[in-house]
C-alpha cells in the first residue's frame, strides 16, 4: 500500500479559492475526526467539526492526538490493546503513553517518534501481511487510508501524546479576539464567532421580538407566553427588556417545574417500583424537593451533596433527607424467589452507574464485570465506587410496599412536625400515666375480681367509646336493617368489631354495607371475598377507594372474632385488620388509591348481611360493635376474648391461673376504672389529633446508613453477586484527584469530592447538559459520556470557561442560564438556509439559533396551557390523566395495585405533565410516541424522532382534542371577528400574529369546516361531546354546534402546525 508522504489538512484545502466547497460529511471524512468504518463506535456518530480538546488548538497544519489520533485507537485498538487487562493481546497497551511510545533509544515501544518507518505500529497498519495486518481481519475493523495518513503525520511529527481532554483541569482561557467586536454580547459569544470565523461562516441575525420570547418562555418555563406577555415584550422599548424579560421567567414558578423535568429523566424518577408487580411507591415528595431547589437556585454544589448524602449532614434538615431520595428512585423488587443479596448488588451497581452518568459523564457500567475496555477505569475502581452506596439500611427486597424502608414522613413545615412530635410526646406521657393508674388499681382491683356476682357485671360492661352494638342473629337469613349506625366520614377514627361464620363455599358476599348506589356507591362496606375479609371506604366507585384486607383467613363453616380500625387518615395505611384478637399484615393489595381526599359520609342505611336480598353467599355475622375511636390490639384482643373473659369471671379468685387474672385485670381497668378509663379517652384524643396530623405527612423513600456498620465491597467475579472476590474500600477512579486524607469515606465524602474545585469532570458534564437544555445538543453531543468512545467537545475553550466561571460563580444556577439566553449566539434566528443546511446541518458551529421538537411533556403543556384548561398549582401526588385502556392489564400482575388504570377526572386532569403517574412498565403511551423515557435507567440525553405516531397523538389523543375545542371556545369568547380570532389562535401557540396569507389559509379551512357542520348539526354537537370526560364536553348553549366544531377543528390545525410544536 503507498502512502503519501504528507496529507494537505481539510481546512487549508477549504480556505484555498480554487477548492471545492465540501459538505460537512466531506470535511468530516477527509480529516478522519471519527471512525467511519463498520467497526467504528456504535456509539458516537459520525459528527462534522469536532474540535480540539482542552487546551490549546492545534494549527492548521498540526494533527491533534486527542481530536484526530485517540478516536480511532479507540474505536479500533483500545479493545485489544486498551485498559482491560483481561482482554489485552501481546501485552501491549495503546492507551498510556509510556508502553505506546519509545521516547528514549533503549526503550521498547511499538512507536517511534519522527520515524513512521521504523515504528512497528505503523508497519502493522501498512503492511500486506494478513497474518501481520493491524486489525487483523477477524476484527470486521479496517482503516481508511486517510486514517492511516494521519497516523504517519502524528509520527513524522513527534507523535505527540495528550492526556484525554475530559480528565484535565479546565482552564478559563481568555475570550478569543474576533473580527466582528460588536456582535458579541458576552464572552460566549467571542468563543462561538471565532470558530465561525475560522470556517469562513457569518453569524445569522438576531430573532424578532416575538420568536425570542416564545423561545425564551418555552426554555424558561416549558410554557407558551401568554399574549399579553407577548405584546408587552415586543412593545416594550427599554434597553433592558429582554433582560428583563429571563429575570422574571428565573422567577417563576414554572421555572423549577421545567428544570425538574430534566432531572427527574437523569434521577429515574418514577411513581412505581419498577420490576415484577411495579406496584406504587411513595417518592413524590422528592420531586417536589426538586422543583423547589431549582426555585429557590440552590447552587449545584449543595444541589449535589444533599442528593447524595444529605441524611449524612450534621443536624440534616428534613429537607435534606428527602433530598437522598435520589438514591431510591432506582427499580425494586419482591418477586417470589427473588434473592434479597442479589438485589442489593443490583440497587448498588446502579447507583454507581447513575451517579457516574449524572455527574462524571462516564460509562462507569462497562467496569462492572471487568476492567473497561475504552476508559481508564478498572473493575476495582468500579467496586470502590460501589462500596460507597453498601452500607445502607435498605432492604434487597421492597416488599410490594409503597413506603419500603428507610423513609420518613414529610411534614408541611416545622411547626407541623413539632406538632406531631408534641403530640407524640403526650401521647408518651399518657401511657406512662396508664402504666401508674394500673399500679395505683391493683387492690381495686383484687376486690372487685373476688366479688361472686363477677360475670354479671362483666355481661352489662360498656367498653370506652362504644357507640351500637347490635346482636344480629338472624343477619344469616336475609339483610337486617340497622338504621343511622355507621355514619362514618373521612377524618373521624372508628372501630368495627363482629364475630363472623364464614358461607360454606367460595365467593363474594357483603357483611356490613353503609353505601349509596345513587351517589356513586359513597359509604362503606364489609366484604367477604376469596375466603378472606376487606374493607371499602369509598368516596366513589371505582377510582376513589381505600381498600384493605386479607385473603385466606378461614375455611368454609368456621367461626370467629374479627375487628377493623380506621385513624381517619385518609391512608390506606390506617385501616387494620384483625382476627381472633391479632392484627394482621393486608395481604389484600390496594388497586385503586393509597389516599383518600374527599368524604365516604353516607345517607345511606346500614344493612348487616347484605347490599340486598339476592347479595349470594350468606355468611352469618352477630355482636355487631361500632367505636368512635381506634382500640388498642389489646382492647380488639380482649373484645375477642369474650368468652374466655366471662370463663374467668366465673372461676372462684382462687382457682384462677395468672392468664385468666390478667385478662380480668385488664377488663377491669377499661371497663370499670373510671381514673383509668378516663386517661384511655385522653389518650384517644391524642392518637387521634396525631393521625390527622400524620395522614398530612406522606412518606417518602430515603437513604439511611446502617448505624454500625461501615461501607466497604468485594470485587465480584464477572459481577456476579454470589462470587466475591478481593474486599476494598471507598475510593475514586485513579485518573481523577483523589480524595482528601480527612474526607470520611463515606456518601459525604464522595459527593464532596465530586464538587470539589480540583475535579475535572463535574462542571463540564453540567455545564454540558444546561447548554443541551437550551440549544438542544450539547458541545459535547454524547452528553452521557465524556469518555474516548464519546464525541468531543465543538467549542472545547468555550465549555471549559463555562465549566471554570460556573465554579466560580458558586454554582448558581440560574446565573448560567441567565448569561447562555443573554448571549448574541442564543438570540440568533433560528432561520435555516441552503448554505448552513450543506455547511453545518446539525447546527455544531451554532450559526444559527436552536431549532428542534418541542419535547413530549412541553407538547401536552402546550395545549392546556392556550386552552386555558392548564391547572397551575405545584407539588403533592401524582395524577392520572386519561390513556388507553387495558395497558396496564397487559403488563400487569394479578396482586398488583397498578394492575387496573383508574383515571382521575376534573380539574387534577389538566395539572403539569410532570405531575402524571409514572407506571415504569407502561409509561403513559402518548409520552413514550413523542420519545418520553420510560425512566427505569437514568436518561441525561433523550432521543429525538420523528414518526406519523406522533402527528396522530397530537391530532388525535382525546387530551388534545379537548384542549382543541376548548381552545376554539377561547378564541370564539375573547375576540370579536374571525380575523382577530385566528390572530388570537396564533399569538397561543406561535407567540405571533398571523401574515396575511396564512390567515387567509386558515379562513379558508374554516369555511370548509363551517360548510361542511352547517348540514351536519347532529354530527356537530357529537363532536363536541367528550367521551373521556362528559363534564367537559360543550354544547350549543355556549355558541352554536357547527361554529364551535369548526373553530375546533381550526384551533386543531394551528396546534399541530409545524412552528407550534418546534422551539425555534
Known amino acids: 500500500m503507498t502512502q503519501p508522504s504528507s496529507v494537505e489538512p481539510v481546512s487549508a484545502a477549504i480556505s484555498r479559492s480554487d477548492a471545492p466547497e465540501l459538505t460537512p460529511e466531506e470535511q468530516y471524512r477527509q480529516t478522519a475526526l471519527l471512525a467511519q468504518t463498520s467497526g467504528g463506535s456504535q456509539k458516537r456518530p459520525p459528527t ?115 492526556a484525554h481532554w475530559a480528565y484535565i483541569a479546565p482552564v478559563k482561557s481568555a475570550p478569543p479576539a474576533v473580527a466582528r467586536e460588536n456582535w458579541a454580547r458576552n464572552e460566549i459569544d467571542r468563543f462561538v464567532l471565532a470558530r465561525l470565523e475560522a470556517g469562513g461562516l457569518n453569524p445569522s441575525p438576531e430573532a424578532d421580538r416575538h420568536t425570542l420570547v416564545r423561545r425564551v418562555t418555552l426554555d424558561l418555563t416549558g410554557l407558551p407566553p401568554t399574549p399579553e406577555e407577548v405584546e408587552a415584550f415586543v412593545n416594550d422599548g427599554s434597553d433592558r427588556a429582554y433582560e428583563n424579560l429571563i429575570d422574571r421567567l428565573l422567577e417563576s414558578r414554572a421555572y423549577g417545574e421545567h428544570r425538574a423535568r430534566y432531572w427527574l429523566d437523569a434521577a429515574r424518577y418514577g411513581d412505581t417500583h419498577g420490576l415484577h408487580l411495579d406496584n406504587y411507591r411513595e417518592i413524590w415528595p422528592y420531586r417536589d424537593w426538586v ?45 417470589g424467589g427473588a434473592i434479597a443479596e442479589e438485589f442489593l448488588v443490583r440497587y448498588g451497581v446502579d447507583r454507581v452507574n447513575t451517579t457516574a452518568t449524572v455527574w462524571l459523564g462516564m460509562t462507569a457500567h462497562c467496569a462492572q464485570c471487568h476492567d473497561h475496555k475504552y476508559d481508564p477505569l478498572t473493575m476495582r475502581e468500579f467496586y470502590q465506587l460501589f462500596a460507597f452506596f453498601n452500607n445502607t439500611t435498605q432492604p434487597g427486597l421492597d416488599g410490594n410496599a409503597k413506603d419500603s424502608p428507610p423513609v420518613i414522613r414529610v411534614y408541611a413545615d416545622d411547626a407541623e412536625k413539632a406538632r406531631a412530635e408534641k403530640l407524640r410526646a403526650e401521647a408518651g406521657r399518657l401511657e406512662g400515666e396508664l402504666k401508674k393508674a394500673a399500679k395505683d388499681a391493683e387492690t381495686a382491683f383484687q376486690a372487685w375480681a373476688a366479688a361472686p356476682d363477677l360475670a354479671g357485671k362483666l355481661g352489662g360492661a360498656k367498653p370506652v367509646g362504644e357507640t351500637f352494638s347490635h346482636p344480629a342473629g338472624n343477619a344469616a337469613e336475609k339483610p337486617l336493617e340497622l338504621g343511622a349506625a355507621g355514619a362514618f366520614a373521612a377524618g373521624e377514627p372508628f372501630t368495627i368489631a363482629f364475630e363472623f361464620r364464614a358461607p360454606e363455599g367460595e365467593g363474594r358476599s357483603v357483611l356490613l354495607d353503609r353505601t349509596d348506589p345513587r351517589d356513586g356507591d359513597r359509604g362503606w362496606r364489609v366484604v367477604v371475598e376469596d375466603q378472606g375479609i376487606n374493607v371499602q371506604l369509598i368516596e366513589s366507585w371505582p377510582g376513589k377507594v381505600l381498600r384493605s384486607g386479607n385473603t385466606r ?100 379468685a382462687g382457682k384462677r391461673g395468672d392468664k385468666e387474672t390478667q385478662t380480668l385485670r385488664e377488663a377491669f381497668l377499661e371497663l370499670f376504672h373510671e381514673p383509668y378509663r378516663t386517661l384511655v379517652a385522653k389518650r384517644s384524643e391524642i392518637e387521634a389529633a396525631l393521625s390527622r396530623v400524620e395522614s398530612a405527612a406522606p412518606f417518602t423513600l430515603v437513604m439511611q446508613e446502617k448505624p454500625d456498620g461501615t461501607p466497604g465491597a468485594n470485587i465480584l467475579e464477572r459481577g456476579e453477586y454470589d462470587k466475591p472476590k478481593e474486599a476494598v474500600q471507598p475510593g475514586v477512579p485513579d485518573m481523577l484527584p483523589q480524595l482528601t486524607h480527612d474526607a470520611p ?268 357542520w352547517a348540514s351536519a348539526e347532529p354530527e356537530a354537537a357529537a363532536f363536541l361531546v367528550d367521551s373521556v370526560n362528559p363534564a367537559f364536553s360543550l354544547d350549543g348553549g355556549l355558541k352554536p354546534a357547527p361554529e364551535l366544531a369548526s373553530w375546533a377543528m381550526v384551533a386543531s390545525q394551528v396546534m399541530n402546525l409545524d412552528e407550534s410544536v418546534t422551539k425555534h
Open 291 to 335: 422543583i423547589g431547589a431549582y426555585n429557590a437556585n440552590l447552587p449545584f454544589d449543595r444541589f449535589t451533596i444533599e442528593q447524595i448524602a444529605g441524611d449524612l449532614l450534621p443536624n440534616a434538615s428534613q429537607a435534606q433527607i428527602v433530598a437522598t431520595g435520589f438514591n431510591r428512585c432506582n427499580v425494586t423488587t419482591s418477586e
Open 553 to 652: 383467613l378461614f375455611k368454609a363453616g368456621a367461626s370467629g372474632h374479627y375487628a377493623i380500625s380506621y385513624d381517619g387518615s385518609g391512608h390506606s395505611h390506617g385501616l387494620r385488620l384483625y382476627s381472633k384478637g391479632k392484627l394482621l399484615t393486608s395481604r389484600f393489595v390496594n388497586e385503586w388509591a393509597d389516599t383518600l381526599a374527599g368524604d365516604f359520609k353516607s345517607n345511606a342505611t346500614l344493612r348487616a348481611g347484605g347490599r340486598d336480598a339476592e347479595s349470594g353467599l350468606t355468611p352469618g355475622i352477630s355482636q355487631i360493635r361500632f367505636f368512635d375511636r381506634v382500640l388498642s390490639e389489646a382492647e380488639v384482643a380482649r373484645l375477642a376474648e369474650s368468652g374466655a373473659l366471662l370463663a374467668a369471671a366465673r372461676k372462684p
Open 745 to 1012: 469515606r463515606n456518601r459525604l465524602g464522595l459527593a464532596r469530592w465530586l464538587v470539589a474545585p480540583e475535579n475535572p469532570l463535574v462542571a463540564r458534564v453540567v455545564v454540558n447538559r444546561m447548554w443541551q437544555e437550551l440549544f438542544g445538543t450539547g458541545l459535547v453531543k454524547t452528553a452521557e459520556d465524556f469518555g474516548t468512545q464519546g464525541e468531543p467537545p465543538t467549542h472545547p475553550l468555550l465549555l471549559d470557561w463555562l465549566a471554570v466561571d460556573f465554579v466560580e460563580s458558586g454554582w448558581d444556577m440560574k446565573a448560567l442560564y441567565r448569561k447562555m439566553l443573554l448571549s448574541a449566539t442564543y438570540r440568533q434566528s433560528s432561520v435555516i438556509t441552503p448554505g448552513l443546511v450543506k455547511r453545518d446541518p446539525e447546527n455544531r458551529l451554532l450559526a444559527r439559533g436552536p431549532r428542534y421538537r418541542l419535547d413530549a411533556e412541553i407538547l401536552r403543556d402546550q395545549a392546556l396551557a392556550a386552552s386555558g384548561l392548564l391547572r397551575r398549582d405545584i407539588g403533592g401526588p401524582s395524577v392520572r390523566p386519561w390513556q388507553p385502556s387495558g395497558i396496564w392489564e397487559a403488563v400487569g400482575y394479578t396482586n398488583s395495585n397498578t394492575q387496573t388504570f383508574y383515571q382521575d377526572y376534573g380539574a387534577t386532569e389538566h395539572r403539569r405533565t410532570l405531575y402524571t403517574f409514572w407506571k415504569r412498565t407502561a409509561p403513559p403511551p402518548n409520552m413514550t410516541l413523542l420519545d418520553a423515557p420510560n425512566r427505569e435507567d437514568c436518561v441525561v440525553r433523550r432521543e429525538r424522532t420523528n414518526t406519523p405516531l406522533q402527528a396522530l397523538v397530537l391530532m388525535n389523543d382525546p387530551q388534545f382534542v379537548r384542549a382543541a375545542r376548548y381552545l376554539g371556545l377561547r378564541a370564539l369568547n375573547e375576540r370579536d371577528n374571525v380575523d382577530g380570532r385566528l390572530d388570537f389562535l396564533a399569538m397561543l401557540l406561535l407567540g405571533r400574529p398571523l401574515e396575511t396569507g396564512e390567515r387567509e389559509t386558515l379562513k379558508a379551512s374554516l369555511t370548509q369546516f363551517e360548510n361542511a
Open 48 to 162: 462534522p467539526f469536532v474540535q480540539a480538546a482542552a487546551g490549546a488548538e492545534p494549527g492548521e497544519g498540526e494533527v491533534s492526538f486527542n481530536r484526530d489520533i485517540r478516536p480511532i485507537l479507540s474505536d479500533n485498538c483500545f479493545a485489544c490493546h486498551g485498559p482491560d487487562a483481561r482482554a489485552r493481546k501481546a501485552d501491549l497497551r495503546l492507551d498510556k503513553e509510556e508502553s505506546a511510545i519509545a521516547r528514549d533509544a533503549d526503550a521498547e515501544a511499538p512507536i517511534v517518534p519522527g520515524d513512521p518507518e521504523a515504528s512497528e505500529f505503523f508497519q502493522r497498519l501498512v503492511t500486506s501481511d494478513p497474518d501481520d495486518l493491524m486489525p487483523p481481519a477477524d476484527s470486521h475493523k479496517h482503516l481508511t487510508p486517510q486514517q492511516i495518513a494521519l497516523f504517519r503525520r502524528w509520527i513524522e511529527s513527534g507523535a505527540r501524546w495528550e
